[in-house]
């Protein structure tokens, strides 16, 4: 690792503490990220286009299963076509943008500092949460008179003004600034816009107490460390077109390994193409240019998303910031995560559907430069990705239940290249795909990874479900927004001491519905097995079709849709949240850091998924061996 290098930024009024940052995987192996990229997609092209081959020569030999070879390329497509997009938006980061390293870590130094205002949204959370949100900001290395903090009460929690009451009793006597608790009216048939309303109303009534040249704004259960504010603004100080600095958001609980994914490496290409957005929590932004686009976007969710979106098409920049300054709780249970994802599909949709989904010729997306387009665009499809995901998942047990086109057989001689070949594509694929994961999240580690591609599977039917929903007359859509941290489980799982019965976990939604797919899907496996022709000399050709393929990935299928109900039968027992923080020297309660360890219990089952794809890897090297051509 690079030694960082010290220097100091003098500007006409502060002065900024300049290091080096540290260089990512990306930046450190350039050369083998592009070709680990391009070598696994090129193979899975080839794979595909073979198979279409494939099927069209059984247009002779056996049109009574040409259909279903279609429909087994189809599923094939739809199920890695999230991970299409995703490769694509990495390739066009990784080959169109300047190698200009991260960029340097910077530090307000001293006692003269911008004035800035700290909005914390909130909505029914636990009262201690919140609080902890506020002392923690409140605590803050910054001048105090440079700093105000609001509670942003959409909840109209009387007890949650007392405690911020109680709160400012201690922050007066240690000489901290006070925290300023609002709630705002809701006007009956007026459209409330929840999180971005609360937001535009915090930012208008600070501005009426006596404007800030910056804003921040906090999710109520982020803690940041207590230099947030010195190095987020330094980096709107330097340039005066930046408009938003936003960090990476941190889960120190490890249940989200999508962040780790994300900011870690996905994120940070997007910064280096200029596509950079606001994910909603530890951002700095300038007034001046959030006045300049008419105020914060109002949205019914998604406002970060597309207020990043209306400053970058009105020429302003918007940086992301790999340094991890906040730290925040995972959804407690599998219903809010649930809820969560819900939630998020809905704010992309909305987003999308406002920016005309970045395609030429709409006004609000003139000013964008092609590479935000084109990255924005690729954001686009791979929101509506959980679409073909939950169609893959109804295709490939449709196509390899047996039917009485089963019976129609040909000599094997026949297709016996295309077959070989197949077999051959799908194993090199498959390995180069394993290592290009390898090359790309190593440092995110192995089981994270596998549970964030369990969750594309299982997650996929309800993001999809709000998929359709957002197609909808406005009239027949139903909103989601529901606030993950005020969202609580009836049955406790989580919970040693408040624990459900097993049968009741069981019995609970959704996970009934996983169960009946597994059955399906697994009723249509072994049936398919049972029915195979011993005879290699007369052969279904659809057994032929690529066996690597169907069978395989509808194998790695039933393992992911069955990740909530193992997840049901062993659930991790988790701390209350008490347990998991404690007091600093400041009197602010953070995180312990070393409860990763407990919380990382969600991660159990990497070895029954590692199982399954090894089972992947042996099956398609045994059935290469059986089926190799005749001499």
């Known amino acids: 690792m690079q030694s960082p290098i010290h220097s100091k930024i003098c500007t006409e009024s502060y002065t900024i503490q300049q290091s080096s940052a540290p260089l990512v995987r990306f930046e450190v192996h350039d050369l083998a990220f592009k070709l680990s990229n391009l070598v696994t997609w090129v193979l899975w092209i080839l794979y595909i286009v073979l198979q279409i081959y494939f099927a069209r020569s059984l247009r002779q030999s056996s049109p009574h299963s040409t259909w279903r070879s279609w429909i087994v390329i189809l599923a094939e497509i739809s199920l890695t076509f999230q991970d299409a997009v995703t490769a694509l938006k990495i390739v066009l980061g990784l080959f169109s943008s300047k190698e200009t390293g991260p960029r340097p870590r910077y530090r307000l130094t001293g006692d003269v500092a911008p ?114 504010l010195r190095r987020m603004i330094s980096h709107l100080l330097l340039d005066d077109k930046l408009a938003l600095a936003n960090p990476p958001q941190s889960d120190p609980l490890g249940q989200q390994a999508e962040f780790t994914m994300l900011f870690g490496f996905q994120e940070a290409l997007s910064d280096r193409l200029g596509a950079g957005m606001c994910t909603g929590t530890g951002y700095v932004v300038r007034r001046s240019a959030l006045v300049d686009i008419g105020g914060w976007s109002l949205a019914e969710s998604g406002e970060d998303y597309m207020c990043s979106a209306v400053l970058g098409n009105a020429g302003w920049k918007i940086a992301f910031i ?45 000013q964008m430069t092609a590479l935000q387009r084109a990255v924005n665009i690729l954001y686009a499809l791979r929101d509506y990705s959980p679409v073909t995901t939950s169609l893959a998942l109804i295709l490939l047990p449709s196509a390899v239940f047996p039917t009485a086109s089963s019976r129609h057989t040909v000599p094997y001689t026949k297709n016996s290249s295309y077959f070989f070949s197949i077999q051959i594509l799908y194993t090199g694929t498959y390995l180069a795909s394993k290592i290009n994961t390898y090359i790309m999240y190593n440092d995110v580690g192995l089981a994270r990874v596998q549970n964030h591609e369990s969750h594309q599977i299982w997650a996929s039917p309800y993001m999809a479900f709000r998929n359709i929903i957002s197609i909808l007359p406005s009239s ?93 039968l062993f659930p991790p027992t988790i701390p209350e949240r008490d347990e998991l923080v404690e007091e600093d020297e400041h009197g602010v309660r953070r995180p312990k850091w070393n409860s990763l360890r407990i919380m990382n219990q969600g991660e159990r089952w990497a070895g029954t998924r590692f199982y399954a794809r090894n089972y992947a890897l042996f099956h398609t090297i045994t059935t290469i061996h059986r089926f190799r051509p005749e001499k």
């Open 115 to 228: 004035s800035i205002e700290v909005l914390i949204t909130c909505c029914g959370e636990p009262i201690d949460v919140i609080i902890d949100t506020a002392a923690a900001i409140a605590a803050q290395d910054y001048p105090a008179q440079y700093l105000r903090v609001f509670v942003l009460d959409d909840g109209h929690d009387q007890e949650l003004g007392l405690a911020v009451a109680r709160l400012n009793t201690r922050l007066t006597s240690q000489k901290r600034p006070p925290v300023v608790y609002l709630s705002r009216k809701k006007v009956p048939g007026v459209r409330s816009y929840f999180k971005a309303g609360n937001l535009r109303f915090g930012i208008d009534e600070s501005g009426r107490l006596g404007s800030s040249d910056f804003l921040a704004g906090l999710d109520v259960d982020m803690i940041p460390e207590r230099g947030w």
């Open 322 to 366: 790999r340094e991890e300054l906040q730290a925040g709780l995972a959804p407690g249970s599998l219903r809010a995560v649930v809820n969560q994802r819900m939630r998020w599909t809905d704010a992309c949709m909305e987003v999308c559907e406002h920016f005309g989904y970045y395609l030429p010729g709409s006004a609000i997306t003139s």
């Open 476 to 568: 027949l859509r139903t909103s989601t927004f529901a606030v993950c941290g005020a969202t609580t489980s009836a049955i406790n799982e989580r919970s040693a001491r408040r624990r459900s019965p097993l049968l009741t976990r069981l019995m609970s939604l959704p996970i009934p519905l996983h169960i009946l797919y597994a059955l399906f899907a697994s009723s249509a496996l072994v049936l398919r097995l049972l029915s195979r022709n011993p005879v290699i000399q007369q052969v279904d050709p659809v057994s032929l079709l690529p066996l690597a393929g169907p069978l395989v990935k509808l194998t790695q299928c039933i393992f992911k849709a069955l990740v909530p109900v193992r997840y049901m």
